[in-house]
């Protein structure tokens, strides 16, 4: 069963950076595109950027374009989510997602249990 953690959450002001890594198990990394989406309170969960198996493409929800990249490292099974820029509309929990079919919106095979990203005014 694959499994995936996610870590690096937590409080930063507006304008700051935070990074969030997840950890990849139980699987073949590289078959899978990995991703990350987002949900904040009262909001339905939703895409923010993703990442082709082999790292060549990548994929941004226009609301993180040119804030957020994300990479990834095939050797220690492990995605990485670089914030910056980060507004209070950024305040959400963060969810690591991975999936063998797709690297957008659909992804949907396998969850993190999220990590909260907290951005104050």
């Known amino acids: 069963q694959v499994q995936l953690v996610e870590s690096g959450g937590g409080l930063v002001q507006a304008g700051g950076s935070l990074r969030l890594s997840c950890a990849v198990s139980?699987?073949?990394?590289?078959?899978?595109?990995m991703g990350w989406f987002r949900q904040a309170p009262g909001k339905e969960r939703e895409f923010v950027i993703s990442?082709?198996?082999?790292?060549?493409?990548?994929y941004y929800a226009d609301s993180v374009k040119g804030r957020f990249t994300i990479s990834r490292d095939n050797v220690k099974n492990t995605v990485t989510l670089e914030m910056n820029s980060l507004k209070p509309e950024d305040t959400a929990v963060y969810y690591c997602?991975?999936?063998?079919?797709?690297?957008?919106?659909?992804?949907?095979?396998?969850w993190g249990q999220g990590t909260q990203v907290t951005v104050s005014s």
């Open positions: 997602a991975a999936d063998a079919k797709t690297m957008g919106t659909a992804m949907n095979d396998y």
């Open positions: 139980g699987g073949t990394f590289s078959y899978y595109a």
């Open positions: 990442i082709s198996r082999s790292g060549g493409l990548t």
